[in-house]
């Protein structure tokens, strides 16, 4: 298997959504606060115009005006921060995926050495490894959070499993 040949390799890489309104750099963050800003402005234009057309008294013009450009930019900076918080969301479960299988495997592999018997002493670290094989993997390619809940598989059974399953799987393909 390559490695990140999965859609979504890397948190960093952004797909190619218009209204994603994502900010990897600075110059970006510039374009996309510079597109929030035309649009607000033309549709403040459009607005100013459609009141020259209608006979209404001044304050409603203004009123009204001030009204759906606020409706505006708040939907949009909503946007922007439903996504800020959805992405601080996943960071945070990420970390704790990552800290509670690593660490449980790091332990499991310490406590190995007192197992004296060679084939299972060979099996804890194998398991241990593989844990941490398919923790980083999971971390690596999924797409959406179920993959990462804790709640699932609290002793890494399935994270095990689950890598055993794709790598036979792969040897499949290959032969």
Known sequence: MKAYQHQLAHLYESRKNVLRFGSASLFQSLITASAIGIVVALVGVALT???????????????????AETVIVTVLLTMVLE????????????????????????????????????PHHERFV??????????????????DLTGLSLEVDLQGIQLTHAGEAREQEEKQKAG
């Open 83 to 118: 996504g800020r918080r959805k992405r601080a969301i996943r960071r945070t479960l990420e970390l704790a995926f990552l800290n509670h299988h690593i660490r449980n495997a790091i332990t499991q592999m310490s406590m190995a050495q007192y197992v004296t018997d060679p």
């Open 49 to 67: 115009g459609m009141r020259w057309l209608g006979n209404s008294a001044w304050y409603v013009n203004a009123t009204a005006g001030a009204v």
């Open 126 to 143: 194998r398991e241990a490894v593989d844990r941490i094989s398919e923790a980083l993997f999971r971390i690596a390619n999924s797409a």
